[in-house]
């Protein structure tokens, strides 16, 4: 044996340098009978038997002791938890909502925006004003297509939006 080449093994193809084919004729890669076979193995002189393989088992139902491979153990059964309840934490039920009564004089915003509609508004803002007054701002589109922002203030917004509305129908009207 050379160092630094493989072992040669019996029935082994030759080595061929790099760059050339291998040459591929069929060769008998397994050792004769009569060739000495590599230490500390024999050729059996019988046929080896498979071990035999147990017949399955029938189940079994019922059968508290029968734990399957990889079961884990019963857990322990545990108490259930109970919520305590919002007042023994301290929490106080919720005083419901006051009702609003709505007034006879309250605003009807459907009409409003019927009259929006008819007078060519393009779009609306409300908004509440730092000392509690209201303001109405909408811009109108008129008959020859120019575009006015109106605004309306008022005490309550009712009152913001009458009043931006009648500025819109007497600008629409060229007053």
């Known amino acids: 044996m050379v160092m630094g080449q493989p ?3 019996p029935g082994a193809y030759p080595r061929q340098p790099l760059g050339m084919a291998p040459a591929y004729a069929p060769q008998n890669s397994y050792p004769a009978a ?3 076979l590599s230490p500390g193995w024999s050729r ?3 046929p080896v038997a498979a071990a035999p393989v147990p017949a399955p088992q029938p189940a079994r139902s019922g059968s508290a002791g029968f734990v399957a491979r990889g079961a884990m153990p019963e857990a322990p059964a545990t108490a259930s938890f109970k919520l305590p309840a919002p007042e023994a934490l ?3 039920p919720a005083t419901p909502a006051p009702t609003v009564l709505v ?3 309250a605003f009807d915003w459907t009409a409003a925006r019927q009259q929006m509609t008819s007078l060519g508004v393009k779009s ?3 908004d509440t004003l730092p000392d509690g007054s209201h303001r109405f701002v909408c811009n109108v589109i008129g008959n020859d ?3 006015q922002q109106i605004e309306g203030t008022g005490a309550a917004e009712g009152d913001a939006v009458r009043l931006a509305l009648q500025r819109a129908a007497l600008w629409r009207q060229g007053r």
């Open 7 to 9: 072992p040669a093994w």
């Open 34 to 36: 009569s060739q000495p």
């Open 44 to 46: 059996p002189s019988a």
């Open 90 to 92: 301290g929490i106080h």
């Open 103 to 105: 007034s006879a004089d």
């Open 124 to 126: 609306f803002q409300f």
């Open 145 to 147: 297509g120019r575009q």
